[in-house]
């Protein structure tokens, strides 16, 4: 499997010549859905959910589907009939060739006063790769790589470290990673790397790893 870095909470995953696109939101390119067999979408916040995105895909594609929540799903549905499906925790289901369970059910806490929204994250082909969304949601079975969400106004360093350790993946690839700066990657890197007992890896936006 393949996975592309795109502009921050978006990947792209490719396999046997089909790719899945997961949260192609307003700070990732504006093609990043281009080209996708299958979308999947954690939440409603616009970084992860860009309804011009979605529709730049599904256009693009005909064959092209979307799996998300209700609250995107309702957005687009009536564009694209048969072509965005809803699923929540518990939900399995196979996109473009690609195995996925969903896991978790609420976003994380931005702060006690602002309502919390559904979020979901998806497990992909056995655990090969793991994204949450804006979530610190832990699997019921073993990551390979996990996306790590690293840098949110809802987390701190010491919760994405002990997410880390809980998880205990294989590999963590730093993603939600828009709005850290040059001058504080250092102190991820490092702080992550030494402390979350696991590789902590980053890829710039483009650029691609062999899982």
């Not at 064959?63 to 518990?90: D, M, N, Q, Y």
């Not at 809802?154 to 470290?161: F, G, L, R």
């Amino acid at each position: 499997m393949k996975l592309t870095k795109k502009s921050h909470a978006c990947i792209r995953l490719e396999k046997d010549g089909r790719t899945l696109v997961i949260d192609p939101g307003a700070f990732s390119e504006p093609d990043a859905a281009v080209g996708a067999d299958a979308i999947l979408v954690t939440h409603e916040h616009p970084d992860h959910f860009d309804e011009g995105r979605l529709r730049a895909g599904l256009e693009g594609n005909p064959g092209a589907e979307i799996w998300t929540l209700a609250s995107v799903a309702e957005k687009l549905s009536a564009a694209f009939p048969g072509r965005v499906h809803t699923v929540g925790h518990g939900d399995t289901f196979t996109a473009a060739g690609f195995d996925v369970q969903v896991h978790g059910r609420l976003h994380a806490v931005i702060h006690p006063d602002i309502p919390r929204i559904t979020n979901v994250g998806y497990l992909i082909d056995d655990g090969t790769v793991f994204h949450p969304g804006d979530a610190l949601t832990v699997p019921d079975q073993r990551v390979q790589t996990l996306m790590l969400p690293v840098m949110a106004p809802w987390n701190k360093i010491a919760e994405v470290i002990d997410y880390v350790r809980e998880v205990e993946p294989r590999r963590a690839y730093d993603v939600h990673d828009a709005l850290l700066t040059d001058l504080a990657r250092p102190i991820y890197d490092n702080q992550i790397g030494a402390l979350g007992g696991t590789e902590h890896l980053r890829l710039a936006p483009g650029a691609s790893a062999e899982l």
